[in-house]
């Protein structure tokens, strides 16, 4: 395992939910020097600094996690201190490898990750894509990306935008279920707070027995739903005309081209 130094360029709520995902891990404190304007500190060990460094990153993988369309503005000052020996990892939504390039001639490689915020304990999705997959410190950031959870090589850079949508955003659409199923039992009488925790914990233990079981989630759904019982009356509705399958299917589709819009954002 190679011990580069790590550069977290922009730190806030998704860089942060990364480190905080890979100190879980035990990595190093002193691996990771942040830069963010506020310099506000973030915990024990972690250097942490409110301007970009005065001398060049060198052999270090440098993550830019600031707004994609903070990109035009932050890299021309970050151009002299990237060097043929430095990789770029980028998790700005849309923002493409050829843009990256653009931005950073100089870097030795460039990588794109996708996290999403469950990184923070280790159970997240990162979706991955490198200008070279078998490339310098291709796999050294494929490793240091599979401490945060489940990571993945995406084959085609024309799918990341989708990739963003489902496991980068995916979170929310969840959070947005989880509500949705604490809210209608509290409609039906529940008291509010035990709605929440029975939806959580429901929510919980159907994505690790999903995870855990061979069979696909449609299967695991029609076990639960018993011959002429009442779960099969609740996914009679899910399913009537595809409902929830043209709703979240039309979100899915209503993000990926937002994250193709910022793309384009990111290319002025
Ligand atoms: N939030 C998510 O779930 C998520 C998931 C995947 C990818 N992303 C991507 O992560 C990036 C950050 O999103 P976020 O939700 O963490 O936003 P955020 O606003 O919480 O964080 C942005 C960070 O950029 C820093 N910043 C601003 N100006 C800077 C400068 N000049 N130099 C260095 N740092 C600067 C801010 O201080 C802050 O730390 C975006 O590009 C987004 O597309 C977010």
Redesign the pocket.
Known sequence: MSELPIWL?????????MLAGWLVADEPTDRFR?????G?PFGSGISVQS??PQSGFGEAIVQ?????H?LA??AP?MRSLVGPETCIV??????ELATLREAFPDAGQIVR?????PVALGKGVVGLIAEDEQGEHAADVATLMAKLGLAEWIADERLFDVV?ALS??G??FVFRFMDALARGGEALGLDPAQALRMAVETVRGAAELAGQSDERPATLADRVASPGGSTRKGLDILDDDEALAKLVHATLEAATSRNRE?AEEARR
């Open positions: 360029i922009g730190c806030g709520n998704m860089a942060g939910a942040i830069v963010r304007p506020s506000v301007h970009l830019i996690g600031f707004k994609p903070m503005d932050i000052d980028s998790i700005l939504a849309g923002v990750a996708m996290p999403n915020t963003t980068g955003s979170p929310a910022m």
